[in-house]
């Protein structure tokens, strides 16, 4: 199916973080909280999914 995203764990944790308005800093603390990886691998990783939903169209981005 074209534009289908699949998502992991982690992945489904931040779309719903998402969802509820979270913002990036928050989303970064969720990932450390939960999984065992470093403040800059978190960072990086909530920036990758941000970045990932906003190719999709699934987020806009706001220019913040």
Same mark, same amino acid.
Do not use: C, H, P, W
């Given at each position: 199916?074209?534009?289908?995203?699949?998502?992991?764990?982690?992945?489904? @944790?931040?779309?719903? $973080? #998402?969802?509820?308005?979270?913002?990036? *800093? %928050? @989303?970064?603390?969720? $990932? #450390?909280?939960?999984?065992?990886?470093? *403040? %800059?691998?978190?960072?990086?990783?909530?920036?990758?999914?941000?970045?990932?939903?906003?190719?999709?169209?699934?987020?806009?981005?706001?220019?913040?």
């Amino acid at each position: 199916i074209n534009g289908l995203i699949s998502l992991n764990g982690s992945g489904m @944790m931040l779309y719903r $973080l #998402l969802q509820q308005g979270t913002t990036e *800093e %928050a @989303m970064t603390a969720a $990932l #450390l909280a939960e999984y065992e990886v470093t *403040e %800059a691998t978190a960072r990086a990783d909530v920036r990758k999914f941000i970045e990932k939903m906003q190719k999709a169209n699934i987020l806009q981005d706001n220019g913040e």
